[in-house]
T-cell receptor, first 115, second 115 residues
């Protein structure tokens, strides 16, 4: 089954404790992206990757890191989480984003709480 | 003016009614347009792409008005299961080096179908 898998689904952590949210896709997509979703603010892009070893900042990259060492995986790293990073996070992939016939496939989401 | 704007609603509509909502975009060079559906606390999923000539998929009709820079979604004979948030997504051309891949999400329109 074609899918984007994120882990964990839920995570509660404390300020400053490094964490990684994993994202993996099995569709051989070149493009992957991370978003956060907050009430009243909608989906905002954190980082994206057009291909292996190619990453770029989205609209809200501060406090996050990513890596794309292989095509299927695109982990999101929070080196020193802070309470303002409490949010619902989505990973997505696509073969050619923004083109007809190439939709974004989203993971199930990770609900992160930083206390 | 925001790049992609939607009326957040909620739209409270009786079952069986027809409902329509719009999404406006600011960049006239926008190339492609989509409607995604998001159920509460779940990941967004592609509902339909929006073609220049308009397109229909069952009870759903999408239209593009380039002159006035908006897209619309019409739902006929609404069902309880249509209750969700509908996200407008626009692929906006960006200047080289301007960051971000051009896919911009609206904040969504919340639709509630009432029995």
């Amino acid at each position: 089954e074609a899918q984007v898998t994120q882990n964990p689904r839920y995570l509660i952590t404390v300020t400053g404790k490094k964490l990684t949210v994993t994202c993996s896709q099995n569709m051989n997509h070149e493009y992957m992206s991370w978003y956060r979703q907050d009430p009243g603010l909608g989906l905002r892009q954190i980082y994206y990757s057009m291909n292996v070893e190619v990453t770029d900042k989205g609209d809200v990259p501060e406090g996050y890191k990513v890596s794309r060492k292989e095509k299927r995986n695109f982990p999101l790293i929070l080196e020193s989480p802070s309470p303002n990073q409490t949010s619902l996070y989505f990973c997505a992939s696509s073969q050619n984003p923004g083109t007809m016939g190439s939709p974004l496939h989203f993971g199930n989401g990770t609900r992160l709480t930083v206390t | 003016r925001k790049e992609v704007e939607q009326d957040p609603g909620p739209f409270n509509v009786p079952e069986g009614a027809t409902v329509a909502f719009n999404c406006t975009y600011s960049n006239s060079a926008s190339q492609s347009f989509f409607w995604y559906r998001q159920d509460c606390r779940k990941e967004p999923k592609l509902l339909m792409s929006v073609y220049s000539s308009g397109n229909e998929d069952g009870r759903f009709t999408a239209q593009l008005n380039r002159a006035s820079q908006y897209i619309s979604l019409l739902i006929r004979d609404s069902k309880l299961s249509d209750s969700a948030t509908y996200l407008c997504v626009v692929n906006i051309l960006r200047l080289p080096g301007g960051g971000a891949d051009g896919l911009t999400f609206g904040k969504g329109t919340h639709l509630i179908i009432q029995p």
